[in-house]
Nanobody, 120 residues
Framework: QVQLVESGGDLVQPGGSLRLSCAAS????????MGWYRQAPGKQRDLVAS??????NYADSVKGRFTISRDNAKNTVYLQMNSLKSEDTAVYYC???????????????WGQGTQVTVSS
């Protein structure tokens, strides 16, 4: 069994900062991709940032403001969010592609989501 547990969501004023964390636990052999998605009310879930074999990728709307990083020893991915705007308000979901054993095919996992609200 593999679980992704997010934390760090909160209410913050425009211009503020937050740091989200997502820890993967359970039977894990290898993780080559971790990322963050977000979903605002009435909208589809969109990619925010990802890190795959050390290569990062960002949505245009967050470039220069958000930074994704990963602690491989802890199987944890972080999302540092600076200069937050009201349009960043959404539920943020962690995503990972994980091999549970050397022989099994990799599977995709999702966290339960953490709410980020940017409002004055």
């Amino acid at each position: 069994q593999v679980q992704l547990v997010e934390s760090g969501g909160d209410l913050v004023q425009p211009g503020g900062s937050l740091r989200l964390s997502c820890a993967a636990s359970g039977s894990i052999f290898s993780i080559n991709h971790m990322g963050w998605y977000r979903q605002a009310p009435g909208k589809q879930r969109d990619l925010v940032a990802s890190i795959t074999n050390g290569i990062t990728n960002y949505a245009d709307s967050v470039k220069g403001r958000f930074t994704i990083s990963r602690d491989n020893a802890k199987n944890t991915v972080y999302l540092q969010m600076n200069s937050l705007k009201s349009e960043d308000t959404a539920v943020y979901y962690c995503n990972a592609v994980i091999w549970r054993t050397r022989r099994e095919q990799a599977s995709e996992y999702w966290g339960q989501g953490t709410q980020v609200t940017v409002s004055s």
